[in-house]
């Protein structure tokens, strides 16, 4: 084969082989395809596409270019979930403990932050003490002995995806609804678990901004996981603004206990729950929605998914002390609250200039080996269609830095608008495929 005539090929609107495509990420990965032809292969599939059969391809051969997890001596079926990426989005941190307390094993590995959307691993990491890197042994052991593990994604796991996905970013080619559904479902299929349910996030603080690219990037990843054995669904869920009022690492492991407790926002509360009927229904549960909407929230008042919780902690090195005592997550030198000067209704509060916000007081990343705070952040007292009054708090700043403080608030300024006429948010779930 040669990488030229393949890049006409798909230049010119021709589908690639399952071979063509193998000798691509192959050659790619080995060093024996250069940056440049590659970067020409991915320009012709931004405006070419891709279909199925070759997006299946795609990923099969980026989750087989590096080490695959096998799950199978850990007894059950293993349920996974992913988030496409969103503000102040904090649903595994729940939703895993839930599924685990009901009888599944969530054998989970996450991503850090990157650009303005939040890490599952950089909110466990502002737990004192806890793990985020196990070996594959500890990793299966702790699954089989509690029911739940989470872990950040190894180096040998789908190096086709790292080296392809760095390309794209400089690339221009990010934007690509095959390329983004090859990316997430190597990742996932190479993680090994037997169900596999997307939270696809649509609105100014998600990537997909339009619900018509929403459902079909959401349609193409259950095609890819059904096509590959695993059994699929995709909760298309909206993001205008941020899902529950913390945003922050440490401040969303606040956040998240306090639903586990049963407390908390309402919106991140009903996320979850349709997440884990949704979970419990492909997983071959027979009763029907309502009934499984009360084993979600009995998980929840009893107390059992918050103790799965405790045992993650505990079993990954942290302290579970925080689920008591929120003091190690509250570690800002400063708390500032900021009040309204006038009365009405929020009329919007853009997702995506929250995040900016918050990336503006230290807690986002915007290259892979950025540092970032742990423990700065906001939290929202309002959220869109409640009335505010005169001199009301609206939100509150955690922070460490004067000066990143005060060009933080600058940005807030523009994420809220206050009018005189109340609005409905959109609805939070927009769709389920499966």
Known sequence: MNMVD????????????????????????????????????????????????????????????????????????????????????????????????????????????????G???????????????????????????????????????????KKIYALRDVTGTVDSIPLIASSVMSKKIAGGSDVIVLDVKVGKGAFMKDINSAKELAKIMVEIGKNMGRKMAAVISQMDQPLGNAVGNSLEV?????????????????????LSIVALKIAGEKENDEILREKVKSSLLSGKALNKFRDLIIYQGGDPKIIDDYSPLLKAKVQKEIYTLEEGYIEELDAYKVAQTVMTLGAGRTKKDDKIDLYVGLKLHKKIGDRVAKNEPIVTFYANDAEKLRRAQEIFKDAIKIGPHRRDPLPLILDIIM
């Open 6 to 117: 393949l890049i006409i090929k798909k230049r010119d609107g021709y589908p690639l082989t399952d071979e063509e495509i193998s000798y691509i990420v192959n050659g790619y990965v080995k060093g024996e395809i250069p940056d440049y032809q590659m970067s020409a292969l991915l320009m012709a599939i931004y405006f070419r596409g891709m279909n199925i059969q070759e997006i299946v391809s795609l990923t099969k051969e980026m989750a087989f270019s590096g080490k695959v997890l096998d799950l199978s001596n850990i007894p059950g079926i293993k349920i996974d979930k992913h988030s496409t990426g969103g503000v102040g989005d904090k649903t595994t941190l729940v939703f895993a403990p839930i599924i685990a307390s009901l009888g599944y094993s969530v054998a989970k590995m996450s991503g850090r932050s990157l650009g303005h959307t």
């Open 254 to 274: 606040l956040e998240a206990i306090e639903v586990l407790k049963g407390r908390g926002p309402s919106d991140l509360i009903e996320l979850v729950t349709v």
């Open 119 to 161: 890490g599952t691993i950089d909110k466990l990491e502002s737990i004192p003490g806890f793990r985020t890197y196990l070996s594959d042994n500890e990793f299966i052991s702790q699954v089989k002995e509690i029911g739940i593990a989470i872990v950040g994604q190894t180096e040998n796991l789908v190096p086709a995806d």
